[in-house]
Structures are given as C-alpha cells and as structure tokens.
C-alpha cells in the first residue's frame, strides 16, 4: 500500500508542469482566434476578387494582401504545431513524474523525464517566436499613415 505522503508528493510534483499546460492553453485559443480572422479576411479578399470591375492596382494590392495573409496562416499554423507538440511533452513530463514517484515509492526519474521536459520547453518557444514572426508580419503590412 502506498504512503499516504508519497502520494501527496507525487501530486504536487506531478502538478507543477501543468501550470504551463495552462498557458499553453490560453495560447492556443489566441492563435485560433487570430487564424479564424486570417481566414475571415481571406475570404472577404477572395470575394472582391470576383469583381470584373476591379481596378488593376487594387487586384495587386489584394493578391499583395493574400500573400501576406498566406504567410501568416503558415506562422500560426507552425505555432499551433509546437504548442500542441509542447503539450504533449509535458503531459508525458507528469505521467513519467507521477508514474517514477508512485511505483518505486520513492522518485526514481528515467532520463525521458528531462527529455519531454526540454522538448515540451523547447517546443514553447518555437511557438512563442513562431507567434512574434506572425505579428511582425501582420504589423508592417498594415499602412499605418492615411493615404494623401
């Protein structure tokens, strides 16, 4: 039988990492929000495409537009990539952390403990660039000066 105080151990140790699974959460819904509206606003362009009578310069400046929505798409995309891959690794961090405590009774960490850790870490801040890559984006390729 398991030690009443082991078992509390390994639920406070196990616990930690889901801290960050939580914002790995909360990055999630934001990325979706922002590829919800990449793609709203791809299709409003697509549809003022259709308009025979639109103006040379404007189609440029739409299929301009479209290339810079497409990119960011391909950023948020390769960021919702790494957050779920993130989330992966620290939920695998607290099975073998919550696993090593109560079946040994004592905390006996194989070495993939450190391994999903570093890969769920890592895999965070490939999101979190991938994130700033897409806002970088989004930000010069707005005129930020009316137009004369």
């Given at each position: 039988?398991?030690?009443?105080?082991?078992?509390?151990?390994?639920?406070?140790?196990?616990?930690?990492?889901?801290?960050?699974?939580?914002?790995?959460?909360?990055?999630?819904?934001?990325?979706?929000?922002?590829?919800?509206?990449?793609?709203?606003?791809?299709?409003?362009?697509?549809?003022?495409?259709?308009?025979?009578?639109?103006?040379?310069?404007?189609?440029?400046?739409?299929?301009?537009?479209?290339?810079?929505?497409?990119?960011?798409?391909?950023?948020?995309?390769?960021?919702?990539i790494f957050l779920v891959l993130c989330a992966l690794m620290i939920g695998l961090t607290v099975l073998e952390?919550?696993?090593?405590?109560?079946?040994?009774?004592?905390?006996?960490?194989?070495?993939?403990?450190?391994?999903?850790?570093?890969?769920?870490?890592?895999?965070?801040?490939?999101?979190?660039?991938?994130?700033?890559?897409?806002?970088?984006?989004?930000?010069?390729?707005?005129?930020?000066?009316?137009?004369?």
């Open positions: 039988m398991m030690n009443p105080s082991t078992l509390s151990d390994s639920i406070q140790l196990a616990v930690a990492p889901v801290f960050l699974l939580t914002a790995v959460a909360g990055m999630i819904g934001a990325l979706t929000q922002r590829l919800a509206r990449v793609i709203d606003r791809a299709r409003v362009i697509h549809k003022e495409m259709g308009d025979a009578s639109l103006s040379v310069s404007a189609r440029t400046a739409y299929q301009d537009e479209l290339m810079s929505i497409a990119k960011r798409g391909r950023f948020i995309n390769v960021a919702m952390l919550f696993f090593a405590e109560t079946t040994g009774g004592k905390l006996i960490l194989s070495s993939f403990v450190l391994y999903t850790f570093v890969a769920g870490i890592g895999s965070f801040i490939l999101a979190l660039v991938s994130l700033l890559i897409e806002v970088l984006i989004a930000s010069y390729s707005i005129r930020w000066k009316p137009h004369a």
